[in-house]
């Protein structure tokens, strides 16, 4: 299987001790490409170095939401300067979490605005998570439809916010998730046409089943792969092949080899 990891954190910390042998062992696995996502400007700077120095590596720059309360407006103009190099191929990870809450929601939402600005001015997509925040999540796409183009990551939301985004030529990112026991949204990923889907592991984070409670990494993006595939009726190799293709033309990445 060849298979492309849209959204991990190769920079978390976890990966310290053994990062190369993790960037091996999902080329042995099959994962050949992997997008690395930061989480503050700091983490764009690490992730863009690692980008650098792997071939198969691409970096993002942005501020998840849970970090926005510890940004610095000023982190705006590094953040463009990050998004310059050509290794870093999206804005983000950005977005909302009204769940947590762990910033303001106010300033959740400006930070948000901010990237889609960022990412409209630039031309780049923009990598969003969303949770338990659909209403807001929909009037921010549809202001910005038809200037920025983006995919919502480990998507866990309703049918309205999955239509909007849809609409907008925007890409759904799943993983791990469609592992476990109580997913109970296999109609939404039905939905998603097969031009639109995109995979990913959110390594460190939701390992999938049959590796849960383990520190998850690229290499098991397989499983959720094969879920995803028995889910929709398709082979997990052909799955995998035009997930990464998907992937490719959402972030400009060299055409995976082999394709037509």
Not at 102 to 128: C, I, S, Y
Request: hydrophobic letters at 40%; one cysteine or more.
């Amino acid at each position: 299987m060849v298979v492309t990891d849209s959204h991990c954190h190769l920079t978390h910390a976890r990966f310290d001790q053994d990062r190369p042998d993790v960037i091996r062992r999902a080329q042995e696995a099959g994962v050949t490409r992997i997008v690395t996502v930061a989480s503050d400007v700091d983490d764009a700077g690490r992730a863009l170095e690692l980008a650098r120095a792997e071939a198969g590596v691409w970096a993002t720059a942005g501020i998840h939401p849970h970090e926005v309360e510890a940004a610095d407006p000023a982190d705006v103009d590094r953040l463009e300067e990050l998004l310059d190099d050509d290794r870093v191929v999206a804005v983000g990870e950005t977005g909302l979490d009204y769940y947590y809450d762990n910033a303001p929601r106010d300033l959740q939402r400006w930070w948000f605005e901010r990237h889609l600005a960022m990412a409209a001015g630039l031309g780049l997509p923009v990598v969003v998570h969303s949770r338990s925040a659909d209403e807001d999540l929909i009037r921010m796409i549809e202001r910005y439809t038809g200037s920025v183009r983006g995919v919502l990551h480990c998507f866990t939301g309703g049918r309205d916010l999955l239509r909007t985004a849809l609409d907008a030529g925007w890409y759904i990112g799943y993983g791990g998730i469609v592992t476990f026991k109580n997913f109970d949204a296999a109609d939404l990923l039905g939905e998603v046409p097969d031009d639109r889907l995109v995979v990913e592991t959110d390594a460190p984070y939701l390992s999938p089943v049959p590796v849960r409670g383990r520190r998850n990494e690229p290499a098991f993006l397989p499983h959720s792969v094969e879920r995803i595939a028995e889910l929709r009726g398709e082979a997990a190799p052909d799955l995998g092949r035009r997930t990464s293709e998907n992937a490719a033309v959402l972030f400009g990445l060299p055409p995976v080899p082999g394709s037509p």
